[in-house]
């Protein structure tokens, strides 16, 4: 059983709902899959944070991937999230980069991409956030109050071996009669402190901001780690690297095997294999010819 979790709320007289995230033991086996630059590491660890809470809005069967890009620090780093709270992440970085770099020198340059994926119907939203702010929370406020969306406000903190965020959401209010009460509960969640995230559970968060207001807190939902990778996917993603690169492949490494960058899974294609790849493609090739015979 995993004692990472997820935790709603929801005012009861007013427009506002809002999510704990608490990752610990999850967080620490996606962490210990590659050993991280510290400042890299504290990155992956608080996008995962906001990516679990941004999923908590999912009203159907899917996941939310975080990605940043155009950065000239790493690769990649990207996390996932399924509305079954499935999560996973990863970095890809260069060896310069092992030097010790500060968490927020990766914020300089770059941009954040939060794409929506439908379990059946592949992607179906996407939003590029550029970087305004110094941490991953400042990005997305930032972000929220441009884009002029119902207002919400994360707060997100980390350790090495813990991972905790906090969202605050305004839900549709029609009428504006809640303007200033509103209002009331952002301010008083901004003064919640870094200390308090990580050692409070919800209850008491709730207690100590909004004693004034009633709010129902929902059941905790376990976070798991989780990885979709599979021999299938991996053989479909060799099978479209077409004819040619297989051949080279063949000629060049013989047996080869790939390595996932989530969960460090080995998976090895013998020559033979492989060689049965290009002859399914060839297989195919040959088929709409058949079509025209038959
Ligand atoms: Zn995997």
């Given at each position: ?142 972000y929220m109050i441009q884009s ?42 901004s003064t919640l402190t870094t ?100």
């Amino acid at each position: 059983m995993s004692s990472s979790y997820i935790q709603k709320f929801i005012f009861e007289n007013l427009p506002v709902k809002g999510s704990l995230v608490v990752l610990d033991d999850a967080w620490l086996t996606i962490a210990e899959q590659k050993i991280y630059p510290d400042g890299l590491r504290q990155l992956l660890g608080k996008l995962l944070a906001a990516n679990v809470l941004l999923t908590s809005n999912l009203k159907f069967d899917g996941k939310v991937i975080c990605q940043i890009q155009d950065n000239p620090h790493f690769n990649l780093v990207v996390s996932e999230c399924s509305n079954q709270y499935h999560i996973r992440a990863t970095a890809k970085f260069t060896a310069k980069d092992e030097a010790m770099l500060d968490y927020s020198n990766y914020l300089q340059e770059g941009r954040l991409v939060v794409s929506i994926d439908s379990k059946t119907e592949g992607n179906l939203y996407q939003s590029i956030i550029a970087f305004n702010g110094s941490e991953v929370s400042e990005i997305l406020n930032n972000y929220m109050i441009q884009s002029e969306q119902l207002k919400s406000w994360f707060f997100l903190a980390y350790t090495e071996n813990k991972v905790v965020g906090f969202m605050l959401q305004q839900l549709p209010d029609t009428h504006q009669l809640h303007l200033d009460d509103i209002e009331r509960v952002f301010m008083l969640a901004s003064t919640l402190t870094t200390h308090e995230l990580l050692l409070d559970d919800l209850e008491r968060i709730i207690t100590k901001l909004f004693n004034e207001d009633n709010v129902v807190v929902m059941p905790q939902h376990p976070v798991t780690f989780a990885c979709s990778c599979s021999r299938q996917r991996v053989g479909e993603i060799l099978r479209n690297l077409g004819k040619d690169e297989l051949t080279t492949l063949i000629r060049e490494q013989g047996n080869i095997s790939v390595d996932c960058d989530y969960c460090n899974t080995e998976y090895r294609f013998t020559e033979y294999e492989l060689s049965q790849f290009i002859l399914q493609l060839s297989i195919e090739d040959l088929a709409p010819i058949s079509t025209q015979i038959n």
